[in-house]
């Protein structure tokens, strides 16, 4: 009977750390999508992580290229040209304007209230390796990827489709 008490304790500590860094990524993730919402560059800066993405942009890239039906010469210009490519879409790409289209497809519009932090926690998800991802529904794949950085949770990844990148005026 202990031993059963005692798996059910570390079960449900598990649980209170999952839930407790979901609230604390979803305060974050509220102060990013409010400063999407009212395109405040200096708050959307301070809660992304602008290399890690153009990181993934230049992956994205370059995985694509690999699927690529073109001859090797090319596929080799693509590689040399990914770098500079990748740091010069992020730069245009990782702007407010552009993830309101992201936001919008999560329901999130500018004549619409943002939802607070505990609604915000209930579609985290923790990962193995201590980030944690927005999913458009409660057991859904992840889309918007956050890492802690200090006392922040940051933007560090999206897993969407890139169309939804799109810059909007």
Known sequence: MRRILAILGSALALASC?????????NDVHALLT???????????????RP???????????????????????????ALLAPTVARVA???LIQPSTFRMV???YGYTPSQRLPGPIAIA???KPLEDGRVCATRKKD???????????QAWRLSGFE???AELRKRG
């Open 140 to 150: 859904g794949p992840c889309v918007l990827i956050f890492t802690k950085e200090g």
């Open 35 to 49: 400063s999407i919402r009212d395109d405040d560059a200096r708050t959307f800066e301070a809660h992304i992580d």
């Open 122 to 124: 209930s579609v985290l």
């Open 160 to 162: 969407g489709d890139l």
């Open 90 to 92: 992020g730069d245009a």
């Open 52 to 78: 890690a993405l153009q990181r993934e942009i230049e992956a994205r890239m370059a995985r694509e290229l690999g699927r690529a039906k073109a001859d090797d010469s090319l596929k080799l210009l693509g």
């Open 18 to 26: 999952a839930t407790a860094q979901r609230l604390d990524a979803a």
């Open 103 to 105: 936001a919008a497809n």
